[in-house]
């Protein structure tokens, strides 16, 4: 990453810029095949078991475990963060007569502060431990040069590097390194590692950043950190490093509750003495902006400038740079954006700063990719354009789509990349499911069947489910949001998942006002059971970022790869769980508590490879730590083949109220990929727990 431009000035210091080094990202780890097996003093792969390794809790009860294959800790349990520090030590390293050693291993690292990301994960290394837990902060540790990196997935392993122990800590019988995890009850982040070595031979030397060229002043990618810029909270919930970005909002998706905010990151002073011309460019995701076609009250997401910083950005005098910028519809596509400068901040002392601020109702803003540098703005990303995007028509309430325009962009392939409003009469309706609470119906401009756009399985008003077939008939006059597609590259369509904005005129009422789906960087909302089903979205018909909603444990007990597949057995959609020929893979329902009783699973199965595949249903109790007991399977279903569907039962009864999580084992033999379809629960005598 490159950092500050030399040409920033002593105005600088009035913000009280703290310089932080940042590094790119590396490369998912490759395994290092050049390490001689006499070199390596301690091999530990924490595939099976922790080892000879040491747990010790010196804040809060919150070890280091065995888990997914890997050594891992956390401090978030049943959705609280918890204060802790807690460590994974080595047994006695026997270094005598090594005069040169490093440390390396795999991990990731997720949710965590980035303005205390590396104090609170830290690699020590010590020689005057004595082993005894109790000891533990009375030795001397010292912190190896270790720059952690958050991660996006729990599939994407980053490496250590070598990490070099200093020679005054070699040449001794005891040498121990340790991880060392803190977190806080504000912010408890997950750590995982494997394939830890200790060898002999020389750590890796540290790269100076790469200075700048003469036309730039900053850039900076925030991958791991704000680097040269200065968060400032005023109030409420602070910038964070997620999702190797800069992120802003005040919605915490875990517990449904935005907390009122006005936040900054604040760029040291530069000084553009001499320059004729300038511009400000970065790369962002907006989401959740507009409710209704409208802002929301109270939120702002914007870039401002000033040339009289005062060191404080709630008072300072800003002036706005940032345009109108494009509200997306998902995590993955990011717009560009491109301003000018102003002319009356040019030859003079400037600061930049993003500033993010809600009250009610939050949006998420994600900004990567920074820069300041000499010259012009592009025209492209003067509108914050990016994505595909072809027209501003359809981006609000007020300047709809057209039915018959909104086909002709899905026909002509010039589909705009986020959700549009297209406005049209309904001309008949397929379905109405009060029992899933969607419909599909077609519309267009006058009510016939001439250009005619179907809108697949749409929500009534806010997203909601559709309670009775009287709230949507033949004739009405919708106003409708939703993103466009050309299913399977000959179904024009509004996909599923739109809402219904004004129905003949009116909108609905009550509410909150928060946008449907606002899953800002968390878990999505759960989608509730239906009839005697006990499983909610059990049919697999409702995702979000790549995971069926319901379908993903807080726990261990879902350990498989999924993915969406159009092979269903009945509906749109079924869940791909990946296998693996060397361990057994689960598909694991969210935590949930049952009433004593009899209960009675039912899905449907099928390899999705030529290896076959073999399934296995099941349960497992999760204790009130967090942690899971002991699995609960029935039969195995085997010679799954790609050529039919196979319903797969099983039966299971508890004896008293159980928190647990239902399972679908995926054997290692053959481990092939797996479809599950149509997953119901079902009882006589038990029930939901309230």
């Known amino acids: 990453m490159k950092l500050l431009n030399p040409k920033f ?25 050049d390490t001689t097996p006499s070199d390596v003093l301690l091999s530990e792969t924490f595939s099976t078991s922790l080892g000879d390794f040491q747990t010790v809790q010196s804040v809060g009860d919150y070890a280091w475990v065995n888990s997914y294959s890997c050594a891992q800790v956390t401090a978030y349990v049943n959705s609280t963060n918890n204060n802790a520090e807690s460590w994974l030590i080595t047994p006695a390293i026997d270094a005598v007569g090594v005069d040169a050693a490093y440390v390396s291993f795999d991990y990731i690292l997720r949710y965590a502060l980035a303005s205390t990301m590396k104090e609170n994960h830290q690699v020590l290394v010590s020689t005057n431990f004595t082993g005894i837990a109790s000891d533990v902060n009375n030795a001397t540790w010292t912190p190896l040069s270790f720059s952690p990196v958050s991660g996006s997935d729990w599939n994407t392993w980053y490496s250590s590097g070598r990490l070099a122990i200093p020679e005054e800590y070699l040449n001794t019988s005891n040498l121990r390194i340790a991880l060392r995890y803190k977190a806080t009850s504000e912010k408890a982040g997950t750590w995982e590692v494997k394939n830890f070595i200790v060898s002999k031979g020389t750590g890796d030397s540290e790269t100076p950043d790469e200075p700048l060229d003469d036309d730039t002043y900053i850039s900076e990618t925030f991958a791991t950190s704000f680097g040269v810029f200065t968060p400032f909270t005023v109030k409420g919930t602070p910038w964070a490093i997620d ?7 005040g919605y915490d998706n875990s517990t449904k509750v935005t907390t009122p905010s006005d936040a900054y990151l604040v760029s040291p002073a530069i000084d553009l003495s001499g320059t ?22 109270g939120v702002t997401d914007e870039v401002i400038i000033t040339n009289n910083y005062t060191g ?53 803003w994600e900004v990567r990719n920074f820069v300041l540098s000499k010259g012009e703005a592009s025209e492209s990303g003067q509108g914050g354009q990016g994505g595909g995007e072809t027209t501003d028509k359809g981006a609000t309430a007020d300047n709809p789509l057209l039915a018959s325009e909104a086909l002709a962009l899905i026909t002509s392939d010039q589909i705009p990349s986020g959700k549009v409003y297209i406005k049209g009469k309904v001309v008949s309706i397929d379905e109405l499911s009060t029992s899933y609470g969607n419909a599909t119906y077609y519309i267009s401009d ?13 929500y009534y008003f806010n997203g909601d489910k559709f309670t009775s077939n009287a709230q949507l008939a033949v004739g009405d006059e919708l106003l409708i949001l939703g993103q466009l597609v050309n299913y ?106 049952l009433k004593a009783g009899t209960y009675y699973v039912k899905f449907y199965a099928k390899a999705a490879t030529e290896t076959g595949g073999s399934v296995r249903p099941g349960y497992v109790p999760v204790k009130d730590d967090g942690s899971v007991g002991s699995y609960i399977y029935g039969d195995y279903v085997n010679g799954l083949t790609t050529a039919e569907w196979v319903e797969c039962s099983y039966s299971f009864t508890l004896t008293e109220a159980t928190k647990l999580s239902l399972v679908i084992m995926c054997s290692k033999n053959p481990g092939g990929n797996v479809l599950i379809d149509d997953y119901s629960l079902t009882t006589g005598d038990g029930g939901l727990a309230e």
Not at 19 to 30: F, K, N, T
Not at 325 to 332: A, H, L, N, Q, W
Not at 446 to 458: C, F, H, I, P, S
Request: with cysteine; proline share 5%; aromatic share 8%.
């Open 9 to 33: 000035s002593l105005f600088a210091l009035v913000g009280a810029l703290t310089l932080a080094s940042c590094e790119d990202v590396p490369a998912p780890y490759e395994i290092n095949t």
């Open 446 to 458: 006058d009510g016939t069947t001439a250009n005619q756009l179907m809108v697949y399985r749409g």
């Open 312 to 364: 404080d950005p709630a008072t300072t005098s800003w002036t706005v740079i940032s345009p109108t910028m494009t509200e997306g519809s998902d995590y993955t596509t990011w717009y560009d954006a491109d301003v000018n400068v102003p002319a009356s901040m040019l030859k003079a002392n400037i600061v930049v700063a993003l500033h993010y601020t809600c009250e009610e109702n939050s949006a998420t």
């Open 488 to 593: 399977k590259g000959n179904t024009p369509e509004v996909t599923q998942g739109s809402q219904i904005v004004t129905r003949n005129g009116s909108s609905s009422d009550g509410g909150s006002g928060e946008t449907p789906g606002d899953d800002t960087g968390g878990d999505t909302p759960i989608v509730p059971p239906t009839g005697d089903n006990l499983v909610g979205n059990g049919d697999f018909e409702t995702w979000a970022d790549g995971i069926p909603t319901n379908w993903k444990t807080s726990t261990s007990a879902g350990n498989a790869n999924l993915s969406q597949s159009s092979e269903a057995h009945g509906g749109s959609w079924s869940v791909l769980v990946e296998g693996n020929t060397g361990a057994n893979k689960r598909l694991g329902y969210r935590e949930t508590t």
């Open 276 to 297: 004729e011309a300038a511009h400000v460019s970065w790369q962002y995701i907006l989401r959740y902006f507009t409710n209704n076609g409208q802002a929301k009250p």
């Open 243 to 249: 999702y190797s970005a800069a992120t802003a909002t």
